[in-house]
């Protein structure tokens, strides 16, 4: 079992860059897959970017290439999503979680365990 914490989040304009951060503290940590997904109010929860344990694997989104970026430290046990060149539609909550198995999920119902989510506000 892992619990994952977030933070990083805040508010920030248009065009700027926030890294979110998400922590846990058992060793378990460095087996599972992490994913970030971020829900707007009024829409379904989406999916960011997720990285194999090991990191040796990333599956992102393809709309947020070039923007979003998703890196782990397991000596930390914190994974980051790193997003640049922010937009007013990418105010959210962002919330990590984490999985087993080895195949990168983009669907939220393969994640066990999740964060309580950080708020991302991006002002125009």
């Known amino acids: 079992q892992v619990q994952p914490v977030e933070s990083g989040g805040g508010l920030v304009q248009a065009g700027g860059s926030l890294r979110l951060s998400c922590a846990a503290s058992?060793?378990?940590?460095?087996?599972?897959?992490m994913g970030w997904f971020r829900q707007a109010p009024g829409k379904e929860r989406e999916f960011l970017a997720a990285i194999s344990w090991s990191a040796d694997r990333i599956y992102l989104e393809d709309s947020l290439k070039g923007r979003f970026a998703i890196s782990r430290d397991n000596s930390k046990n914190i994974v980051y999503l790193q997003m640049n060149s922010l937009k007013p539609e990418d105010t959210a909550i962002y919330y990590c979680?984490?999985?087993?198995?080895?195949?990168?999920?983009?669907?939220?119902?393969?994640?066990?365990?999740w964060g309580q989510g950080t708020q991302v506000t991006v002002s125009s």
């Open positions: 058992e060793r378990t940590f460095s087996s599972y897959n």
């Open positions: 979680a984490a999985a087993r198995g080895q195949a990168l999920r983009n669907s939220a119902a393969f994640y066990d365990y």
